[in-house]
């Protein structure tokens, strides 16, 4: 182990006491150092020509604006299709929400059991610390909203990511 960190380290610096890439020597940089020994802030000296200086810009006026507005095209016969309206949110709006969605099923189809979360993003409805059953999302949302409402995650593994949704 020591081995080979000693040759990495000597690999890398090694190009601090050798030449470039293209076998130069290597560079003769000095610190800016005054007489005494402190370190000085020098001023940087240019290491090409001077810098070009460009022409002033030409002003141009501005436009003067005009109060006609441009012809708009006339409406066309035809009519846009109308398009179907998305999935519409119906709850619940957060994590209690969700919770109470879980409970109301277990209390329905789970013969009283609690409802609670799964470590895979689902519900289960538990009694006496044994499993009863998995919570039907869709059936959830259909017993509390409506029968045509259907239930969809924003995470698959969050269970109190589910929201009841209609078409």
């Known amino acids: 182990m020591f081995t080979a960190t000693a040759l990495g380290l000597l690999l890398c610096v090694q190009p601090l006491f050798s030449g470039g890439d293209d076998g130069s020597a290597p560079s003769s940089w000095q610190p800016d150092t005054v007489p005494d020994g402190?370190?000085?802030m020098g001023v940087a000296q240019p290491t090409a020509g001077p810098i070009p200086t460009s022409?002033?810009?030409a002003t141009t006026a501005a436009p003067e604006p005009t109060s006609a507005a441009p012809p708009r095209p006339a409406p066309t016969g035809s009519a846009r299709p109308s398009q179907t309206p998305g999935p519409v949110l119906l709850g619940p709006?957060?994590?209690?929400?969700v919770q109470d969605l879980a409970q109301e099923y277990c209390d329905r189809h789970g013969g009283g059991a609690?409802?609670?979360?799964?470590?895979d993003g689902r519900w289960q409805c538990v009694r006496l610390l044994l499993?009863?059953?998995?919570v039907d999302m869709d059936v959830a949302c259909a017993d509390t909203y409506d029968k045509a409402a259907y239930a969809q995650t924003s995470d698959p593994d969050d269970a109190y990511a589910w929201r009841c949704y209609q078409r």
């Open 93 to 97: 709006s957060g994590k209690a929400g």
């Open 55 to 57: 022409a002033p810009a």
């Open 131 to 134: 499993f009863v059953s998995i």
């Open 114 to 119: 609690s409802a609670g979360p799964r470590l």
């Open 38 to 40: 402190r370190w000085s």
